[in-house]
């Protein structure tokens, strides 16, 4: 059996979505818990793909959906109704280089009758590591770098965004960004350091950014 990578992930996912489309998941006739939803789709996926390659499923003691090297990616579903997820994050950091690991996002619409229930797949993301940290602080970080900011005028714009951390904190991350100026993020991280994706943004990128793929259906 084939060793997953992320290219077969990609791939796989967009496969994944067209076929779940035509399905009629009964199961989930009159289930209105988005959570529910979503852990039934993780699950459908991750059977999926572990019936066509050899790949490393995650549990919540590991944190992320699928953390082997090769992938490291963490599953999310949301509905188009309301098309945001969400997750806690660690420290302050993540919020200016990221989480550390990709984001797989499948976006639904479901609809049910009687007796079927279809989930209509609008929407698959793929965010590279690279690319989790938040838009407007990276994208304010890199044109004060770029302007020639001091650590002085880095700590100041942290201090006013109330960024999560101390002096120290401040100091030890403005001696980074000033050394290694963040990539451009495409998430909404909140100082609850809870993340949302703005899937409005992401598709108007039409693929032009490496790291982000979007598929979309109409």
């Given at each position: 059996m084939k060793v997953m990578d992320i290219s077969d992930l990609k791939e796989?996912?967009?496969?994944?979505?067209?076929?779940?489309?035509?399905?009629?998941?009964?199961?989930?006739?009159?289930?209105?818990?988005?959570?529910?939803?979503?852990?039934?789709?993780?699950?459908?996926?991750?059977?999926?793909?572990?019936?066509?390659?050899?790949?490393?499923?995650?549990?919540?003691?590991?944190?992320?959906?699928?953390?082997g090297a090769e992938i490291e990616t963490d599953i999310k579903v949301t509905s188009i109704v309301q098309p945001q997820s969400s997750c806690p994050f660690k420290n302050a950091r993540q919020k200016i280089f990221g989480l550390g690991y990709n984001i797989l996002v499948f976006v639904y619409d479901k609809k049910d009758t009687a007796n079927s229930c279809t989930l209509d797949f609008k929407y698959c993301t793929f965010i590279d590591k690279s690319r989790t940290a938040d838009y407007t602080i990276t994208k304010r970080l890199r044109e004060m770098v770029d302007d020639g900011a001091n650590k002085e005028d880095i700590i100041g714009f942290l201090v006013d965004k109330n960024v999560p951390g101390d002096d120290i904190v401040y100091s030890d991350l403005a001696d980074e960004i000033l050394c290694n100026k963040p990539e451009q993020g495409y998430l909404t991280i909140s100082n609850a350091?809870?993340?949302?994706?703005?899937?409005?943004r992401v598709?108007?990128?039409?693929?032009?950014?490496?790291?982000?793929?979007?598929?979309?259906?109409?």
């Open positions: 796989e996912a967009k496969i994944f979505c067209e076929f779940m489309k035509k399905e009629n998941h009964s199961s989930l006739i009159g289930v209105t818990d988005g959570k529910a939803v979503g852990t039934y789709v993780e699950h459908r996926f991750q059977d999926y793909i572990s019936s066509k390659y050899e790949i490393e499923i995650g549990s919540s003691a590991k944190g992320i959906d699928l953390p350091l809870q993340w949302r994706l703005q899937y409005a598709i108007a990128l039409d693929n032009t950014v490496n790291g982000v793929l979007n598929y979309e259906w109409q």
